[in-house]
């Protein structure tokens, strides 16, 4: 979908970069970015405010809105621990490159610390939510 204004702004852009030279390129670039920052920015708005109002009919009509769910139901299931390990793995690349890279060994351990700290605290709290099995 193509914005007619949008697109006639970039042509003007272009033949004044034409007759101008590149002497004043990088302002006339920065002048219609910011005029696409603009049509987003509007776009988007507009976007959130209607999702906005659609959630609050919703609610007033007695519903849940989509996308909210209750506190700590996003790992819940059989394969949530699972899934919070290997998202844990994934990131604990980039993570430990990054750590490693600013901090040494130092900023490598306090990184896999939090890594281990957040599995277990999952694994613990798991366990804790869990209803015995009236076992003893």
């Known amino acids: ?11 003007a852009a272009v033949q004044t970069r034409k ?5 004043y390129e990088s302002e006339l670039i920065e002048s219609f970015l ?3 920052e ?3 920015d509007t776009a988007v708005d507009k976007r959130v405010r209607r999702q906005v109002a659609e ?3 919703v609610v007033a009509r007695g519903g849940r809105p989509e996308g909210i769910r209750r506190p700590g139901s996003a790992l819940e299931g059989p394969g949530g621990a699972f899934a919070l390990a290997v998202v844990s793995l994934v990131l604990a690349v980039p993570l430990s490159a990054i750590a490693a ?3 040494g ?3 490598l351990v306090v990184c896999w610390g ?9 694994t613990i709290g798991g366990s804790l939510r869990r209803p015995d099995n009236g076992d003893g």
């Open 55 to 57: 959630q609050q009919m």
């Open 38 to 40: 603009q049509r987003i």
């Open 1 to 11: 979908m193509t914005d007619p204004e949008l697109a006639h702004d970039l042509d």
């Open 101 to 103: 890279a600013n901090l």
């Open 19 to 23: 007759e101008l030279g590149a002497t």
């Open 105 to 107: 060994l130092a900023g």
């Open 114 to 122: 939090g890594i281990v700290g957040i599995n277990a605290c999952f």
């Open 34 to 36: 910011e005029k696409v």
